[in-house]
């Protein structure tokens, strides 16, 4: 079959989704190699050390919070929301990107989600995994608030109110973590069973065989797994829609100056997405040149996740103006107050940042020559994750700080305690996402291989 790029001009020729040069044989052994070695990398163990101390702190965070209770938090009043929810909602957007890559683009068939899509999935479900622990935690006393709250009946005739968003964010939440876990389990099923196949040692062969479900590439297990997988992309897709609407809810709901718009749940959907696919480059830039897969994830899909983060951006950029804008054209003096407020309150600091970030820096993602330049663009990720906590902090504290009631009004400083225990969360995260790596195949072998040469002239036949 002839390249399609061939007849192009230079300008609009692309970089190929696969560097020449790989056929079936290859293309398995780079990717299953890394979850078959025997050793471990210097460098994974480095890494893993890292994410172990700071797993080590999360567990001292929340032991103390257990014994000590939310007092040692820098919430008040009134300031009752504060780091917990800044960090959920930040965490959850976090995972947004995982769903579209495996989800939306596999329905739209973009070819570019393959080499991306398996560690975006697992980024995901540890992204949420992190966001569960501080609503869960917030309430002091989790055995107590799930015994309270889970709808069951009992004899004080006690039930949840279903009219609160706080409600509707635990089915959202939960339900996005269990599709999102069958999802990604499922599309692991067939390169478990090459692993199984690869295996030397009996240990890992037994391992791989019972995850691998007993999977053999009949024709029937393929059918089955397409229908499956069908069926899990069509369930996810909405999912990317409706998770962080439901969590644009807990806020919208209200009546509290810089909540209460009818933009927030686009705004905050494209705002998840915008941080997803920061953290995707994030971790795909370091991952591809430590492993060496740069003919695998190549220029293309960092040039893509970029173009993802600049169409993002800009709705992120647009729903900023509209908060002025409403405040503005609405001529009601609490909201006109709460955008002055954010912009020359304070925390004028924080909002400013942010427009300097979200607004003005992803501007350059225009220029090709940003989206080229891997290291820039590793920076600007790792930036704009900044950027994306410092929104929630915004939304979050500017107007809580500062409400209806003057004689309320608080500064709000976090405490150690709360830094503790969001820089543990990182610890959590990136302990799954080694663990990930070094066991699990980071790229899906099967889809891959579909984007051969090789595997054209095959079909052809």
Known sequence: MADPNLHRPMALQQTPVILPGHDFETVTETIAEIPLARRFPLGWVGFILVSLALLGALHMALGYLVMKGIGIFGTNQPVGWAFPIINFVWWI????????????????????????????????????????????????????????????????GLWPQFKSPLIWDVFAVSTYATVSVVFWYVGLIPDLATLRDRATSKIKARIYGM??????????????????????????????????????????VSVIPGWHATIFPPYFVAGAIYSGFAMVLTLAIPVRRFYGMESLITMRHIDNMAKVMLATGLIVGYGYSMEAFFAWYSA?????????????GQ?????????????VMVQFLWLKRVRQ?????????????????????????????????????????????????????????????????????????????????????????
């Open 347 to 359: 925390y004028a600091w924080s909002y400013w940042t942010l427009i300097s970030i979200n607004v």
């Open 211 to 252: 995850v691998a479900l007993g999977w053999r590439g009949s024709a029937r297990h393929w059918h089955r797994y397409e229908v499956a997988s069908l069926i899990l992309a069509g369930l996810s897709t909405p999912l990317v829609l409706s998770v962080h609407t439901v969590v644009s809810f807990d806020f919208a």
């Open 93 to 156: 957007g976090i995972g947004h990107a995982g769903t579209l890559i495996s989800a939306i683009l596999m329905l739209f068939k973009q070819q570019w989600r393959m080499s991306i899509a398996r560690f975006a999935e697992a980024m995901t479900i540890f992204a949420v995994a992190c966001a569960a622990i501080f609503p869960v935690f917030h309430t002091g006393r989790p055995w107590l608030a799930a015994y309270w709250l889970f709808p069951y009946p009992n004899a004080m």
């Open 373 to 461: 330049n891997v290291g820039l663009l590793f920076v600007m990720s790792l930036i704009v994750n900044v950027g994306m906590w410092l929104e929630r902090f915004v939304i979050v504290v500017t107007s809580l700080a500062n409400d209806f009631v003057p004689s309320s009004w608080a500064h709000y400083t976090p405490t150690f305690w709360d830094y503790l225990l969001y820089a543990g969360t990182f610890g959590l995260f990136l302990t799954a996402f080694l663990l990930f790596l070094r066991f699990v195949p980071m790229i899906s072998i099967f889809e891959v291989k579909t984007l051969l040469p090789q595997a054209k002239v095959e079909a052809e036949h």
């Open 332 to 344: 009601n003096p609490h909201e006109q107050f709460m955008i002055y407020n954010r912009m020359f």
